[in-house]
């Protein structure tokens, strides 16, 4: 399967200071006939707004499209003629481990981080999150969908490690609300994509099984002593340990 990496060097400076912004499409098989007929979008009222058949809501649409379409795109210019790395490059991933080290373990400067994503028919969209506003308001599940009214499933994701990784995947959008008991759907999709990938999924609306707490993986709490929170999230891990396995 390809995997499309996106860096977007002007979103760096905004959503984190350095580097670039790396969106990231994996266009995957079978999703639409895995799913079938469910979709999500169960939004409350907040981000029904932004859905509505109303000139609001067209503007508010146009503007995610604008954004999705800036946060995508491959240039203009052709890789060569760029000074340091390419805005676009290509590569091939088959297994759950090459999806692991598609993102470097999940971690980047020796930090462990968490994705928000979107699953659309085509693949999947998505991109590192945090708790700034800046990168929140870059990471928002609606621009990874390109504000399509429903999508497949959409949530965040991250890597922890009981001594060998596991993809921790989750319903936690705002925009979409997926259904937790749609699980099944997105476990045969990835099982289909990434073959011996580990998958666990936790539902936002059930507390996180007390055994997975001392599971290495990202700060998503508040008040942490010397470690950087990388997303106000709802799971807990033991992040005391930053190193990759």
Request: proline share 4%.
């Amino acid at each position: 399967m390809p995997a499309i990496i996106h860096h977007n060097a002007f979103f760096g400076v905004i959503a984190q200071g350095d580097g670039s912004f790396d969106t990231l499409e994996v266009l995957l098989n079978g999703v639409a006939a895995k799913f079938g007929d469910k979709w999500q979008a169960n939004y409350d009222d907040a981000h029904a707004s932004l859905f509505a058949d109303s000139s609001a809501g067209s503007m508010l649409r146009g503007a995610l499209r604008a954004e999705h379409a800036m946060l995508y795109r491959k240039g203009l210019r052709p890789n060569w003629m760029r000074v340091g790395e390419p805005r676009t490059m290509t590569t091939w991933i088959s297994t759950g481990t090459e999806f692991i080290q598609l993102l470097d373990h999940g971690m980047r400067n020796g930090v462990r981080r968490v994705y928000t994503y979107s699953l659309l028919d085509s693949g999947l969209f998505f991109s590192e999150t945090g708790v700034a506003m800046s990168k929140d308001v870059v990471s928002k599940h609606a621009v990874h969908a390109n504000a399509a009214v429903q999508v497949r499933f959409a949530g965040t994701f991250r890597f922890v490690s009981d001594g060998e990784p596991i993809c921790v995947i989750d319903n936690d959008s705002g925009t979409y609300r997926p259904d937790g008991g749609d699980f099944d759907l997105l476990r045969r999709v990835f099982d289909a994509n990434f073959p011996g990938l580990r998958l666990c999924c936790l539902n936002v609306t059930e507390d996180q099984p007390e055994e997975m707490k001392t599971f290495l993986g990202p700060c998503e709490v508040e008040n942490a002593d010397n470690v950087e929170r990388v997303y106000a999230g709802r799971w807990v891990w033991n992040f005391l340990s930053q190193r990759a396995p």
